[in-house]
Antibody, heavy 116, light 112 residues
């Protein structure tokens, strides 16, 4: 059974940093690209970033480019999202998802709140 | 960027009746490999999204056959043949043909 478990969310001040993690199990992690998708309170889904299975490529939404960095540790089946220079508009539930041109499996999400 | 536009944004439906959601992309979703990477997701209240349909019409594992997808090029449709109470939620289309990946605004399905 595929499982994705996000962690690392919390309350952070504007301009601060946070690192999200996503622990994966139930599939060969290195064979799959992975994405972060976020959802602001009461809003729709917004793609944030995707990384290839062997980290051979990364892609970012313009809204986070230069501030967020996606990475992975295939030896530990873990996906990361380093978020710097956080803004109020980054407040959202952040989901990790397995990506194969569609987002096949999703975690439960972790809430990031950017507020002073 | 490819813009995904869903209609309607809200769909009150009687139990047992069909529901149809449309999704239009601002440009063709046909990839250079010949596939069309249009998927549909369901998000029940308080839950993470769940994949229903991939590549226009392929139901994902465990998805009931009352859900079906169709379309081509820039126009796509999700149909629920007979709405059940557990189908209440928000439905999103998403294109995976090119980065940045983009979602539709979401369509809220509720029971009349």
């Amino acid at each position: 059974e595929v499982q994705l478990l996000e962690s690392g969310g919390g309350l952070v001040q504007p301009g601060g940093s946070l690192r999200l993690s996503c622990a994966a199990s139930g599939f060969t992690f290195s064979n799959y690209a992975m994405s972060w998708v976020r959802q602001a309170p009461g809003k729709g889904l917004e793609w944030v970033s995707t990384i290839g299975g062997n980290a051979g490529y990364t892609a970012y939404a313009d809204s986070v480019k230069g501030r967020f960095t996606i990475s992975r540790d295939n030896s530990k089946s873990t996906l990361f999202l380093q978020m710097n220079s956080l803004r109020a508009e980054d407040t959202a539930v952040y989901y990790c998802a397995q990506y194969l041109r569609s987002h096949d499996y999703w975690g439960q999400g972790t809430l990031v709140t950017v507020s002073s | 960027d490819i813009v995904m536009t869903q209609t309607p944004l809200s769909s009150p439906v009687t139990l047992g009746q069909p529901a149809t959601i449309s999704c239009r992309s601002s440009q063709s979703l046909v990839h250079s490999d010949g596939n069309t990477y249009l998927s549909w997701l369901q998000q029940r209240p308080g839950q993470p999204p769940r994949l229903l349909i991939q590549k226009i019409s392929n139901r994902f594992s465990g998805v009931p056959d009352r859900f079906s997808g169709s379309g081509a090029g820039t126009d796509f449709t999700l149909k629920i043949s007979r709405v059940e109470a557990e189908d209440v939620g928000v439905y999103y289309c998403m294109q995976g043909t090119q980065f940045p990946l983009t979602f539709g605004q979401g369509t809220k399905v509720e029971i009349k």
